[in-house]
T-cell receptor
Framework: SQTIHQWPATLVQPVGSPLSLECTVE??????LYWYRQAAGRGLQLLFY??????ISSEVPQNLSASRPQDRQFILSSKKLLLSDSGFYLC???????????FGPGTRLLVL | GENVEQHPSTLSVQEGDSAVIKCTYS??????FPWYKQELGKRPQLIID?????GEKKDQRIAVTLNKTAKHFSLHITETQPEDSAVYFC?????????FGTGTSLTVIP
């Protein structure tokens, strides 16, 4: 069966520091991968999605970036965090264009 | 792009009553509509979904209906229980992307 991992689970970072969040998927190949951000009490905002290695689509302009160095690895990064980057970051995977998305456990980021 | 609107934003029902959450979408090309349940501090979990070639789908106490003409779909929970309390999100799939509603916070009062 498929499993999706995210780490770290929680992170407290100062403003201006770098960020690296990692997501990996097991039990499937060539998944579509997604990064979402969820602000407290709010809905899900799609940040990036990837349909293959090295292929990244960005949905909103921001100081975040994403990379997919391996088929089942998706990384969310920032060179300098802003206060507004605080939130719950969720990685998700889906198999094919018409398939359900399944979410990872999330990373709770607090920027101070 | 797609725009998914969800109503109501909060909903309180007595245990045993039914709850209905509605979503509308704008892109007629949207063809897949999942519903997720998110408990406090946890990840969204898929609870039911429906594809555009189906009008209704049921799984025990949960059902989803889709009206393609009117571009809306609804989640129905019958015989609600306290453990149904959570935030529920609808979504629509267009191309590669899911567009999520803003969520409904459901409280089931014992």
């Amino acid at each position: 069966s498929q499993t999706i991992h995210q780490w770290p689970a929680t992170l407290v970072q100062p403003v201006g520091s770098p960020l690296s969040l990692e997501c990996t998927v097991e039990g499937t190949s060539n998944p579509n991968l997604y990064w979402y951000r969820q602000a407290a009490g709010r809905g899900l905002q799609l940040l990036f999605y990837s349909v293959g290695i090295g292929q990244i689509s960005s949905e909103v302009p921001q100081n975040l970036s994403a990379s997919r160095p391996q088929d089942r690895q998706f990384i969310l990064s920032s060179k300098k965090l802003l206060l507004s980057d605080s939130g719950f970051y969720l990685c998700a995977w889906g198999q094919g264009l018409r398939e359900t998305q399944y979410f990872g456990p999330g990373t709770r980021l607090l920027v101070l | 792009g797609e725009n998914v609107e969800q109503h109501p934003s909060t909903l309180s029902v007595q245990e045993g009553d039914s709850a209905v959450i509605k979503c509308t979408y704008s892109d007629s090309a949207s063809n897949y509509f999942p519903w997720y349940k998110q408990e406090l501090g946890k990840r969204p979990q898929l609870i039911i979904d429906i594809r555009s070639n189906v009008g209704e789908k049921k799984d025990q106490r949960i059902a989803v209906t889709l009206n393609k003409t009117a571009k809306h779909f609804s989640l129905h929970i019958t015989e609600t229980q306290p453990e149904d309390s959570a935030v529920y999100f609808c979504a629509g799939l267009t191309g590669n992307q899911f567009y999520f509603g803003t969520g409904t916070s459901l409280t089931v009062i014992p």
